[in-house]
């Protein structure tokens, strides 16, 4: 039992570290702004306001007065069941639901004129992240019970306006970390069935990790503007250490397996995670003097996320790998703005998000898909710098099945159906 | 609270509720060109679902023969099924105190037939220790022969006698898996000939085409030598406290077998364990007794070796018959090479093993498998059949076998107090008496010779009348009933007994 058993601890924690849906496809957040979050994220081509840090860092070269803006998103899952299939394992009849996702990913962001053509920015947010988190009696909890990643960039920009174009290049320290619980079975001999003996948490430390990011925005007149932005990826190293506590059967098992395992102390461990680098493109049309519409595509090389490995440092449990082979991806953004009276400003969207993940790597540890986004949003300016914004994204995901394995990747093997459906409400301040 | 009942009780209820959860109406199946109006199984323990030393209803519902049924969606499946505690009585693990636990049969008294009378031959006609030759012409045998064939002819006979549509075919096991477990390999007794086989079993399968007319599936045989009576005792000492391997000065110290130290690749069996917990094998020097394991208990390298050879023969012949039958080969040895060598990715994170009780796959006598190890048998006949008829039957849903009939995957025992050692298990004498016996490796009634002609087509070729023709007994293949002399004599002849195993 307990060297296979460790094994298959081993290979799920190395799936985990791969874990968080979210709010953008496979583990990306795209809403790190309220207004841009109102359009759907298309911004890249107006980026004109601080969370253009994120969306278009050029955009700070247009921005002439001082700025602070923060705020977050609150994601909240409204539906994320599973449904076993027909065939395969665990075969039909088996369903779960997760727990209630329920998080605030920040963001805040400082614009500084430096005078002249030149600006400076300064910006917090959280690009990739978030959780996916089952019953503790969930079927499917050998493989993930919970899996959380946690990344915060810290992001310096300086931005550059030539006439009616803007350039922008920017350091971005990322700090993140991942955390992981996984029950472990073992077949009890007295039972002759896999029971639930073990529990096998790794926490990691926060790491980091450095990258860049630029941009370009030309608005061409009044009516047009276009702009290209870049994200680069990052890798980050992790270090932390595991733990496993038992789960008791009742039966004298329990005395053989608290034998085996390494109960009770650190189990050092590392891996790494190289996050995607993320190239947008958008065309900005005003329809009227008081209308606007923008069409974004964006790119997130999400091909880099090809496989895990977990290095257990002290030989307690096997090293693992695991594969991903996810593919490159894009998604697809249309908003509209429309200006009214006394600062007022109304603004709808749509994004079309495409999963990045094969069928073979859809588990209870990250159950991604293709999705449709709706959002609405409403903002003030104030006639000083106070501001305030206010989005809502209605997320559905597509039906997502898993009847396929990677060659060799049969244990880990969970056939079944994935239906997500998440609301997000973004809310930012300026002043 | 009694370990033993209690385990008892309730690995019998496992089985019974995975059955209820597994099982459900018959449906019809696309089974494409394979025709399951009646379908019957012939094969030998493996094929009646023998496991933990004996037949029991439980178990036998989960038999793969039943389970493929269910699945093809044959309305009735009929076995000769056995009652508690089982037929021998099912051994279980008991002792599970401060030392090591032990393996020993549930109760002394077998359990009564509860199929006795049905009035025609069952569809799953597996017989326990029947090898090809046994299938063509034996007629009665032990208890458990006696019980199946109720003297209404051979295994073939009364399979051809259903006039199926369908059969499978499991069968060549019990002709290397004698000289495995008894230690002994000598060929022609323990150990079928490859001649003998051939004539055997492409009788048996150009009976069951051509004849009969069914359509097959047949399956080849595994590694008998990778099985965990063979393979869970090291032939080195080992510190029972810490089940380590005992270093002096840095090197391993060997068991002592019949020839002197055991190499590291001779194998141990199970049958060996009581012998070792009195000291039997094990060098003074180290507070044994400083006697030899009996051949009895050992299988050289060189043994192994033959015995590997001779199902590697038989497999190709199994293979070259299938083929000449266009029937489905379910191509069990490279399975269990795979599982051997990887496990078997169960799936929802569970990886099972061939480790002896921990692995999941074997059964409490660590020659046949448990209710999982059948169902994942049942999937492999499964796929193989779909793949040669063009069908879509579903396979086995696992999660039953898996994690019980509940899925909880919780505690399912009351509590019981105690350490267990599971890694230095002891197989009682009681328990391995019992599972040989009832293999038939020492009660046989008889063995043939080694048979270097096969001579002519012997077997024989029963008319498909749809009832059993007990009064039409099969010539007998030369060299076979006349030449064949009891097995335990041979052992005896060999220098070793059953009695040798006893502590």
């Known amino acids: 039992m307990t060297p296979r058993a460790i094994a298959t601890g081993a290979l799920c924690a190395a799936a985990a570290l791969a874990a968080a849906p979210a709010g953008g496809a496979g583990f990306g957040i795209f809403e790190q702004g ?4 109102g359009m759907a994220g298309a911004f890249t081509a107006q980026a004109d306001d601080p969370s253009a840090m994120f969306h278009n860092p050029a955009g700070l070269a247009f921005q002439k007065e001082r700025d602070f803006s923060v705020g977050f998103t609150w994601i909240r899952g409204t539906e994320a069941d599973y449904q076993s299939g027909a065939t395969g394992f665990p075969g039909p009849g088996i369903s779960g639901e997760q727990e209630t996702l329920s998080e605030f990913p920040p963001h805040a962001y400082w614009v500084e004129p430096l005078g002249g ?54 350091a971005i320290g990322r700090f993140s970390d991942v955390e992981l619980i996984q029950h472990v079975p073992a077949v009890n001999p007295l039972t002759q069935t896999a029971q639930d003996v073990a529990t096998l948490t790794l926490d990691t430390d926060f790491e980091q990790g450095y990258g860049f990011n630029a941009g370009i925005l030309h608005r061409y007149n009044n009516s047009f503007s276009w702009g290209i932005s870049y994200r680069s990826k990052i890798e980050i190293d992790y270090a932390g250490d595991g733990s496993l506590s038992q789960n008791l059967t009742g039966t004298p098992f329990d005395a053989a397996v608290a034998a085996q395992l390494p109960f009770g102390v650190a189990i050092p461990a590392e891996t790494s995670i190289e996050f995607p680098d993320q190239a947008s493109i958008g065309l900005a049309f005003a329809l009227s003097p008081h209308s606007l519409l923008e069409i974004d595509a964006n790119w997130t090389g999400w091909s880099s996320f090809d496989v895990i490995v977990i290095d257990f440092t002290q030989d307690q449990l096997p090293d693992a790998t695991r594969p991903q082979n996810w593919d490159d991806a894009y998604n697809y953004r249309i908003g509209v703005r429309w200006d009214g009276a006394r600062g007022n400003q109304w603004r709808l969207g749509y994004v079309f998000d495409e999963t990045p993940q094969p069928e073979e790597a859809v588990s209870p540890l990250l159950p991604d898909a293709d999705r449709n986004g709706y959002t609405i949003g409403y903002g003030w300016q104030g006639r000083g710098r106070g501001s305030f914004d206010f989005a809502l994204m209605y997320l559905d995901f597509d039906e997502r099945e898993r009847f396929a394995n990677f060659d060799g990747e049969e244990a880990s093997e969970f056939f079944g159906t994935y239906q997500n459906k998440a609301v997000l409400v973004g809310l930012t301040i300026g002043f | 609270m009694n370990v033993h009942r209690a385990v008892s009780r309730i690995a019998l209820a496992l089985a019974a509720a995975a059955l209820l959860c597994a099982a459900g109406p018959a449906a019809a199946q696309d089974t494409g060109s394979a025709d399951f109006t009646r379908y ?57 105190g401060p030392g090591a636990p032990v393996i020993v049969p549930r109760s002394a008294q077998p359990g009564s037939p509860l199929n006795l009378n049905l009035p025609r031959p069952y569809d799953n006609m597996a017989v326990p220790g029947f090898d090809v030759h046994d299938v063509l012409v034996t007629r009665a045998g032990n208890q458990i022969v006696n019980l199946i064939l109720r003297g209404l002819g051979t295994q073939l006979e009364q399979v051809a006698a259903l006039n199926p549509t369908f059969v499978t075919v499991w069968i060549g096991n019990n002709d290397v898996l004698g000289a495995a477990t008894s230690g002994i390999v000598i060929d022609g007794v323990t150990l079928s000939t490859v001649a003998q086989f051939e004539v055997d079993y492409r009788t048996l399968i150009s009976t069951l085409r051509q004849l009969v007319g069914a359509d097959l599936a047949v399956a080849t045989i595994p590694d008998v030598a990778a099985l965990p009576f063979v393979t869970t005792i090291p032939p080195v000492v080992v510190n029972p406290a810490t089940r380590e391997p005992v270093l002096i000065g840095g090197q391993l110290v060997p068991l002592i077998g019949p020839s002197g130290p055991l190499a590291l690749n001779d194998r141990v069996l199970l049958t060996a364990s009581p012998l070792l917990a009195q000291g039997i094998g094990i060098p003074a020097q180290l507070g044994g007794s400083g006697q030899p394991l009996p051949d009895s208990a050992v299988l050289s390298a060189g043994e192994v070796a033959t015995i590997r050879a001779r199902t590697a023969e038989f497999n190709a012949i199994i293979r070259d018959s299938a083929a000449g039958a266009a029937a489905a080969l379910v191509p069990i040895d490279d399975i269990f090479d795979d599982i ?51 069908g879509a039957i579903p396979e086995v849903d696992l999660f039953p076998f898996v994690f019980g009939p509940d899925g909880s995957a919780g505690a399912t025992v009351p509590d019981v107090t105690g350490a267990a050692s599971l890694a230095s298990a002891v197989f009682s004498a009681e328990a391995g008496r019992s599972l040989l016996e009832s293999l038939r490796v020492f009660a046989r009634p008889g063995r043939r010779r080694p048979s270097p002609d096969p001579g002519p087509d012997p077997g024989p070729v029963p008319a498909p009348t749809g009832r059993p023709s007990p009064t039409a007994p099969p010539a007998p293949s030369p060299g076979s009933a006349a030449g064949r002399r009891p097995f335990a004599s041979a052992i005896r002849c060999a220098g070793n007994s059953w009695e040798d195993l006893d502590p």
């Open chain 2, 40 to 96: 019957a199984a012939i094969g030998d323990s493996l094929t009646a679902a023998f496991a933990s030393g004996g037949l029991h209803e439980d178990v036998q519902r989960l038999s793969y023969p039943a389970l493929i049924a269910r699945q093809a969606g044959v309305a009735s499946f009929q076995q000769p099924l056995a009652g508690a505690p089982g037929i021998p009585p099912l051994l279980a693990i008991q002792g599970l």
């Open chain 2, 340 to 390: 051997v060598a990887e496990g078997f990715p169960a799936g929802g994170g569970l990886t099972y093993t061939t480790d002896f009780l921990t692995g999941g796959i074997f059964s409490y006598d660590g020659v046949h498998p448990s209710p999982f190890g059948y169902a994942m048998v049942a999937n492999a006949f499964i796929e193989a059949i779909n793949a040669e008829y063009g």
């Open chain 1, 34 to 37: 309220s207004k841009a979050m």
């Open chain 1, 117 to 170: 053509a030149v600006t400076f920015g300064l910006g917090v947010n959280s690009p990739f992240g978030l959780v996916t988190e089952w019953p503790e009696d969930f079927p499917g909890r050998f493989v993930s019970r919970k899996a959380a990643l946690r990344a915060l960039d810290v992001n310096t920009v300086i931005a550059w306006q030539a006439g009616n174009l803007g350039l922008a290049v920017g």
